[in-house]
């Protein structure tokens, strides 16, 4: 059996809230959305948005943020440092660029409005 990676789905509160993020934010395209669920064209995958269920949704205070083991690479095609200060511009929170040595790339983790973290990743000498 050959597997590809198709779709990675995140359980999250507001369905709208995230999917305006990704799609301001990253500008992917929505696929197909109702109140429950979105799905975004992310290139090589894409990533759907399930709305929590109510039985769960009960149970979360508000504001809470998400702890999990997921985080969304996004390779960009800019300087990060400018792509990093336009995040911050818009309030959303980010970490130090940081890279590796013998490592090609700059990365900067950030987080969506739910705790999901994500990844700006960028090549070295992209300005």
């Not at 789905?9 to 990704?22: A, D, G, H, R, S």
């Not at 992917?28 to 090589?44: K, T």
């Not at 818009?90 to 994500?118: H, S």
Request: glycine residues 6%.
């Amino acid at each position: 059996m050959k597997a590809t990676f198709d779709t990675i789905i995140l359980y999250v509160k507001n369905v709208e809230l995230l999917k305006n993020f990704y799609v301001e934010n990253f500008r992917l395209e929505v696929m197909e959305e109702d109140p429950v669920w979105a799905l975004l064209n992310a290139g090589a995958i894409q990533i759907g948005l399930h709305k929590i269920g109510d039985s769960y949704l009960e149970k979360i205070e508000e504001g809470h943020l998400f702890d999990n083991n997921t985080k969304l690479v996004f390779e960009i095609d800019v300087d990060i440092e400018s792509a990093r200060n336009e995040f911050v511009s818009r309030n959303i929170q980010m970490r130090a660029i940081k890279t590796f040595d013998n490592y090609d790339f700059w990365l900067c983790d950030g987080t969506d409005p739910e705790g999901n973290v994500f990844q700006l990743k960028s090549k070295k000498g992209n300005s």
